[in-house]
């Protein structure tokens, strides 16, 4: 249903994604408001989205202030002192301003900023060349081996009380059992 809705008029659709820019529209939309316009019936008062075949391609959002579809529509954008020189007629207004999300279009300008995308492909190229960290032989050094390489350093290590009593009890009992017992015969030679 989305896709639908905002499947824009370039590809068969019916809908117009419009970043604004400039103020001739204001205080209705701002720059960087995104307009989203779907083709319909418009009428004086409505707010559409236009392309003048004598602009090569740009897009004007103004309201209709007169005219009729016909003969072409007297358009002004709220914020202008007077009437734009454009009278587009049916066929060259793309759509009826519906909706209309505040500061999104700067957003999406961003995003196809050539700057942003070439700042994302060189962080790609960093994280793919950057060394990956390996594991050395040396990282499974416990906690009594760097112990003793502070203590080697200068530095003064203080057991604790458990690690007194833990050492004591080590001490007093052997810490490992043979597998087998060792034969005590004497060989002669």
């Not at 914020?79 to 759509?95: I, K, R, T, Y």
């Not at 700042?119 to 960290?133: E, H, K, V």
Request: hydrophobic content about 40%; aromatic content about 8%; charged content about 20%.
């Amino acid at each position: 249903m989305a896709a639908f809705v905002l499947w824009p008029t370039s590809l068969g659709g019916c809908t117009t994604l419009t970043i604004v820019s400039g103020h001739s529209m204001e205080p209705t939309y701002y720059t960087g408001d995104l307009v989203i316009a779907r083709c319909g019936t418009a009428s004086v008062g409505d707010v559409i989205v236009y392309q003048p075949k004598d602009l090569g391609g740009a897009r004007i959002i103004h309201r209709i202030v007169g005219g009729d579809a016909t003969t072409g529509w007297t358009m002004k954008g709220d914020n202008n002192p007077s009437a734009d020189p454009f009278n587009p007629g049916s066929s060259e207004v793309l759509g009826v301003a519906k909706v209309y999300l505040p500061k999104v279009g700067l957003i999406a300008r961003g995003l196809t900023s050539p700057f942003v995308w070439g700042s994302f492909i060189l962080i790609a190229i960093g994280l793919f060349i950057w060394p990956r960290a390996e594991e050395s032989d040396d990282a499974g050094v416990d906690a009594r081996d760097a112990n003793e390489s502070t203590a080697s350093a200068g530095a003064a290590v203080v057991p604790t009380d458990h690690e007194l009593h833990a050492r004591s009890e080590a001490a007093a009992a052997p810490s490992w059992v043979p597998d087998t017992v060792p034969d005590m015969r004497l060989e002669s030679r």
